[in-house]
């Protein structure tokens, strides 16, 4: 398909071979490297393809081998230009298509939101509205970071926003927080439930909501242990247990709580070291087909970045034409090893990112007893961490049948 583009590109023709000896005429155009395709033999005459460069060699080839050469085909780019030269209207509007659809790709016409549940769309619409976001407007005006900031302070519920530019469209996802929603509407649906611990700690504070608390500051509890009885015993004048009431229980549970920590890695690791050298290559893609212009790189070793640009005008009008750019960049791999800073250095890196994602899920820590060795392979880091988190986590309450009988003197 390569091929043929090129072909297309610069033009070629199709042409009548006759003489005295066309074989001699064949020979000469192999032996000066001139290409010839689609070769046909017609009995009296040969038929073949020519690039419009080659057929301009041909003069003294013909003369030499005494060969007669009639053009029967014309196909390619300089010919249809050629032949519509006198068009000129033809030939702005193209420029004029172009330029309109260029100036078009250089603004917003569609924002689109995604992951919205309890704020609708309109809702946000508006908000950015105001904040002078609106559809229509230059993409260079967008600041994709400060949009992020600004939807996060507006509505808290939003606990993670992502913002960018695609075509025409600026796209922004956001997730909302819908644990703090599943828990309401379970606590509204008033289903019987307990709460349990999610995993082994000292109990730090207790603050009973609805439901019996089974546990004091102060207790060491295990994975699973019963925290908040959603059941509630109904007491009669003596005492006795007369009946039962059922609740979903809800209570803020904390607990200190140690996580084991354990990073290793060695020293010695691959560095790929770009030498310089770079290749370009080109492609569109117009509908289902894909037109390449990429270039074999040549490197042994390389990497490839491939980056497109589609057209497109509105979220429901694609346009059916992507243009694409590859990059090929040469690399050498050299083995190497990390000085003792750089791997403390990575091993502080690797234990911040595990910090902060514990902090996510609403972890405090309260004391980080993690130490980093380095010996001459490997560099490990290990210990406890210590922290204050929420341990509590629902399980449906057991509903009993009946109340216990009682006792027979206290009939």
């Known amino acids: 398909m390569l091929t043929s583009f090129f072909r297309y590109l610069y033009g070629y023709v199709r042409v009548r071979l006759t003489g ?9 155009c192999k032996a000066h490297e001139i290409e010839i395709w689609d070769l046909q033999n017609n009995g009296g005459y040969y ?13 003294p080839l013909r003369k030499k081998a005494k060969a007669h050469l009639q ?26 298509c172009i330029a309109f659809l260029y100036t078009m790709s250089l603004f917003i016409w569609n924002i689109h939101i995604e992951g919205n549940y309890s704020r609708t769309t309109n809702v946000i ?4 509205e105001s904040e002078h976001i609106v559809h229509g407007m230059k993409k260079s005006q967008v600041d994709c970071k400060e949009i992020q900031s600004m939807i996060r302070i507006e509505f808290p519920d939003i606990i993670w926003v992502s913002a960018e530019i695609k075509g025409t469209r600026l796209i922004i996802r956001i997730r909302e927080n819908m644990d703090s ?24 504070s207790v603050l009973v909501r609805s439901g019996v608390s089974q546990v004091q500051v102060g207790d060491e509890v295990e994975e699973g242990q019963l925290l908040v009885l959603g059941r509630i015993d109904i007491l009669g ?52 087909k894909t037109i390449s212009l990429k270039l074999r790189p040549g490197f042994e070793t390389f990497s490839t970045v491939n980056t497109e640009y589609p057209l497109k005008l509105t979220e429901n009008f694609y346009l059916p ?10 690399y050498e791999i050299y083995t190497e090893s990390y000085p003792e800073e750089e791997a403390r250095a990575i091993a502080e890196e690797n234990l911040k990112e595990f910090l902060e994602i514990l902090i996510e899920k609403g972890v405090q820590i309260v004391e980080n007893n993690v130490k980093i060795e ?38």
């Open 47 to 59: 038929e073949m393809n020519l690039s419009i460069r080659d057929f301009r060699r041909l003069k």
């Open 181 to 204: 929603l599943a828990e309401e509407a379970a606590v509204s649906g008033e289903e019987p439930r307990d709460i349990l611990a999610s995993k082994e700690g000292i109990i730090t």
């Open 237 to 288: 004048d003596s005492g006795e247990v007369m009946g039962y009431q059922y609740t979903a229980a809800d209570a803020d549970v904390y607990a200190s709580t140690s996580y084991t920590y354990y990073d290793e890695f060695v020293l010695s690791h691959e560095v790929r070291h770009p030498t310089g050298k770079k290749r370009h290559g080109f492609y569109a893609k117009v509908g289902g």
């Open 321 to 330: 034409l992507t243009f694409g750019t590859t990059i090929y960049e040469e």
């Open 374 to 411: 380095v010996d001459a392979n490997t560099c490990t880091a290990y210990g406890t961490i210590t922290a204050l988190e929420e341990i509590g986590s629902y399980s449906p309450t057991e509903v009993l049948e009946e109340a216990p009988e009682p006792l027979e003197d206290e009939k």
């Open 20 to 28: 005295y000896s066309p074989e001699r005429f064949l020979n000469l």
């Open 125 to 128: 619409l508006d908000y950015l």
């Open 71 to 96: 053009v029967t085909e014309r196909h390619g780019l300089p010919f249809f230009l050629h032949h519509y030269r006198h068009r000129k209207m033809f030939a702005v509007g193209i420029l004029l």
